[in-house]
């Protein structure tokens, strides 16, 4: 069995004496990922995880290790570790200008139409770095993988290797798996036609795809009949294409309880909600926790906490936000932008609101997860209030790791939120004013309801932990189906089937 991902679950540094050094590879992928490679199952089936070298010094590890497989370096990644060396002209292109600056924008639905996107000479060189860098991955697979073996292809960065990978190795069980959302076809199709036709159809190279929402799931299923003309969405028996039928399952990733419990016990924990009580001085705390991506939606978040302080003056004094954002791809102009944007709204905020004894917003731009959990433990209102998420795994970790219950503001557009409406504050992402009096209702909920929610957040949350998760598309890809693939739900069951 093999995974394959952008990001692997080691990094790389270079120490001071010039050694390499690894820790744990970042993001909510690699996270879900590892724990299930951790299973002992997962684990005695022989199993190796193939990612991209992310800078010079995973390049350097990649190069220093016989054919690529790196040594845990300390660290336990689950399975041994083969990272890919590409040249930098490949990455940049296949990651930045094309899964970053295009794939990421399309499918959350980012454009601001009238300047972009605008698809030139640019484009087309990214683009043939995209189609070499998922050759290389499909390569690598094919070697390494034994007859028969099982593949697991993770995200839009690699959305060409099943076909690619078909080619190579018919023998293989391959799936994919979506951890962002999916355009709908009128909005896929901005894309270059012949882009459009490559992505759905090596996608459909895979014998079971797999999406977070059972809304994703039907938009890519309408993509593919709008652009591949095949039939439409909803047929039990799969998406079939080019002779042959790849299924289509709904896998909501949850989180471990007893894994984030525990390391929220942990000493660091403890100290850093010993400095946030403090912080608080008494005071209710509103929380936000996210990448500073565009699609997060923190801009309008505070704009609508601006709001809450405005026409509800009683909660002067007596509310903190807490904003806790990490910085994301600042290599690219738009992110840079956007987290200009936001330590702008947060000063703004200040300037108005506080006084000698009160801040009103604490903006912090760092990656400190400790200090996260600390925050999920002790707030009382969570908002996630994505313009567009594959599915968010912070609005099911805050309801766990709650010590007195948490209401959760909760954007429509979260994959999450076809699990979670009925508990969750649902607002309008766009909507500043109704997000706003979502904050209001959210601090006025009484007590015993905010625990009984959180409760039933909370169960919902850890209903598929990632080994369950992870073992449940196993099963799927690998018991007998009609043809290539497994039987997928239908569409009208997709939301609760796996």
Known sequence: ??????????????????????????????TGLQDAARDPRVRAGGSMWICAALDDADRRAAREAPHGRLDRAGHDTGVPVRMLDMDRDTFDGAYNAIANRTLWFVQHM??????????????????????????????????????????FVQDYHLA???????????????????????????????????????????????????????????AFEACCTDV????????????????????????????????????????????????????????RIILRIDRTELSKNIVRGLEAYRELLRTHPEWIGRVVHLVYACPSRNELPEY???????QRTAAEICAEFATDSWVP??????????????????????????????????AKEGPVLSRDGVALVLSREAGVCAQMDRDALVVNPFDVSATAAAMHAALGQPASERRARTARLAAVATALPPRVWFHEQIEALTRPGPEAGAEPAPLDQLETTG
């Open 1 to 30: 069995m093999l995974i394959a991902s952008n990001r692997g679950p080691i990094a790389f540094d270079v120490d001071d004496d010039g050694r390499l050094t690894g820790r744990r590879g970042g993001g909510g992928l690699v």
């Open 110 to 151: 980012l454009y601001a139409i009238p300047e972009a996107p605008s698809f030139g000479p640019d484009f087309r060189r990214g683009w043939a770095a995209f189609e070499r860098y998922n050759a290389l991955f499909a390569r690598a697979l094919a070697a390494e993988a034994a007859p028969g073996a099982a593949v």
């Open 160 to 218: 060409l290797v099943p076909g690619y990978l078909r080619e190579l190795r018919p023998d293989l069980r391959i799936a994919h798996f979506s951890h962002t959302p999916w355009a709908p076809p009128e909005y896929f199709r901005l894309l270059p036609d012949a882009v459009t036709q490559a992505l759905l159809g090596g996608m459909l190279g895979a014998d079971r795809l797999g999406f977070l929402a059972g809304r994703w799931a039907a």
């Open 228 to 283: 591949l003309g095949t039939r439409p969405p909803g047929d039990p028996a799969g998406i079939r294409f080019a002779g042959r039928t790849t299924g289509v399952g709904v896998h909501p990733l949850g989180v471990d309880a007893a894994a984030l419990t525990e390391r929220a016990a942990a000493p660091d924990v403890a100290r850093r909600a010993g400095q946030l009580r403090t912080l608080a001085a008494g005071r």
């Open 336 to 342: 840079r932008r956007y987290m200009a944007a936001v």
């Open 361 to 394: 917003l604490h903006l912090e731009i760092a990656d400190d997860y400790p200090r996260s959990l600390a925050a999920l433990s002790l707030a009382e209102v969570l908002v996630v209030n994505p313009v567009r998420d594959g599915m968010n795994l912070v």
